[in-house]
């Protein structure tokens, strides 16, 4: 009899003990959907305002090309091209030196994270008004050398304006980066689009045919909606306190984030500028037209990054990141496969239906330059911006060192074989960074973040005034 009653309750414990395991497994399941589902959603309050405003501007650019003529359109699309790189090569390296700090252990800390918000955010103006002293006194001449005959010196102020409102919009987009509110991200991302392209708009049925006309409404949207964030949803960050130490630690990351990101913009932009070179403007319209087809996979990966950025200090220093990246790249380089895959079957009639009939020949151009767009939906989302916060040193080498052989490489290949041979160039540049990233960032995650001990001592001390405030 004792040995049933042993036997009964020994069933009964195998029992309970099962119901607990399956329970927990459920709510280890339950909360994995429930992160899958969420960060879903998160990608979708990034990426639906950012498709909304791409099709506004595609629209926008045909009617602008259309009612301004080459030479007009041509103006505002230099300042255009002015301010958006200008707006990508700094405002970005402070961001991405942000992202860093205020999500890295003391940063976390909300008070502190503020401050170094608040410290990027004046940077950004003393930066914009230093370049502002700088190019007023040669205003003319610019002008004249950028814009010849329609020569205005009100076009360089307006792009001066343009650029510092995207620069405060950044910072308010920052701020809502960090502390994952990315419903007001987007909200944000809409506005801007709203308040610009609804003013093209409006520019536009009011017979407007001044390029200067369309720069205002370029400058002031993302100005005005910027303001307005600053001083309502964002206005902590502009009244936490002022710190100069925050502001010295900023720079320290920002010149390697800001040199790299400048030799990276290089790398990624002379292929049309060399292939025209080499083998004239038609070779250099095929190619741009197969860019513009693989363009909505960079995006995906770019889009992507917006969400994945903030959670990478955290993940790094708790040890959690290496399972977490790893487990994403599995399956973002099958997918990647799969769609490279796919690609071979349709490709050749998704460019017979987008494209007229001049550039049916860009199909084994696609073809090409997909695996390089593959490797940025790889690469951004995660490996991008680990290999910044803990490498940046390593990029701006790599990039430098890639240059002069990539500019050999477009100049004598593109000479000979021209859009493909720009292509296979792109694409084959674009896959051995990926192995190197790939390498270097599965290392890098399945270690632990070693900052320096001057990172460490301005986080605390930055803590502690939070604390003590």
Not at 113 to 139: D, H, M, N, Y
Request: aromatic share 8%.
């Amino acid at each position: 009899m004792s040995l049933l009653l042993a036997s009964l309750k020994s069933k009964e414990g195998s029992v309970a003990k099962s119901g607990v395991s399956s329970r927990l497994e459920e709510s280890g399941s339950n909360s994995r959907g429930a992160a899958v589902t969420g960060t879903l959603a998160e990608f979708l309050w990034v990426a639906a305002p950012k498709i909304a405003a791409g099709g506004a501007q595609l629209l926008a650019n045909l009617f602008l090309v259309r009612r301004l003529g080459p030479e007009n359109a041509g103006v505002l699309f230099v300042c255009i091209t002015a301010i958006m790189l200008s707006d990508a090569v700094l405002g970005s390296s402070l961001d991405i030196a942000v992202l860093k700090l205020a999500t890295s252990g003391a940063g976390r800390v909300e008070a502190a994270s503020l401050r170094i918000q608040k410290a990027a955010l004046s940077g950004k103006v003393f930066g914009c008004v230093i370049l502002t002293t700088i190019l007023l006194p040669f205003s003319q001449a610019i002008s004249t050398r950028l814009f010849h005959q329609f020569s205005d010196v009100r076009l360089l102020i307006l792009s001066l304006v343009a650029l510092f409102g995207l620069l405060i919009l950044r910072s308010v987009q920052t701020y809502f980066q960090v502390s994952r509110r990315f419903k007001l991200y987007g909200a944000a991302d809409l506005l801007h689009s709203l308040a610009k392209y609804g003013g093209v708009g409006a520019f536009l049925a009011l017979g407007v045919k001044s390029p200067l006309g369309f720069l205002i409404v370029l400058a002031c949207g993302p100005l005005c909606v910027g303001i307005v964030f600053l001083l309502t949803i964002a206005r902590p960050m502009v009244t936490a306190p002022f710190s100069w130490a925050a502001l010295t630690e900023l720079w320290h990351g920002f010149k390697w984030y800001f040199a790299s990101g400048a030799a990276a913009s290089i790398n990624t932009r002379m292929d049309v500028l060399l292939l025209s070179a080499a083998a004239g403007t038609a070779q250099a319209g095929l190619f741009s037209a197969a860019q513009v087809i693989c363009m909505p996979v960079q995006l995906i990966g770019m889009y992507l990054a917006v969400v994945f950025a903030p959670r990478i200090m955290p993940l790094w220093e708790q040890g959690r990141l290496s399972r977490v990246y790893h487990t994403f790249q599995v399956w973002i380089i099958t997918a990647a496969l799969v769609m490279n895959g796919l690609a071979f079957l349709l490709v050749g009639k998704l460019s017979a239906l987008l494209l007229p009939p001049s550039y049916r020949g860009t199909t084994t151009i696609i073809l090409l330059l997909l695996p390089a767009a593959l490797t940025a939906l790889i690469n951004f989302p995660w490996t991008v911006s680990l290999l910044m916060f803990a490498h940046p040193r390593f990029l701006l080498c790599f990039e430098l060192a890639s240059l002069p052989v990539l500019a050999v490489l477009y100049r004598l290949i593109s000479r000979d074989h021209g859009a493909l041979g720009a292509a296979a160039v792109t694409s084959g540049f674009a896959l051995v960074k990926t192995i190197i990233y790939q390498v270097l960032a599965s290392r890098t995650a399945k270690s632990k973040p070693v900052p320096a001990r001057q990172v460490e001592v301005v986080l605390d001390s930055l803590a502690a005034e939070a604390t003590s405030a």
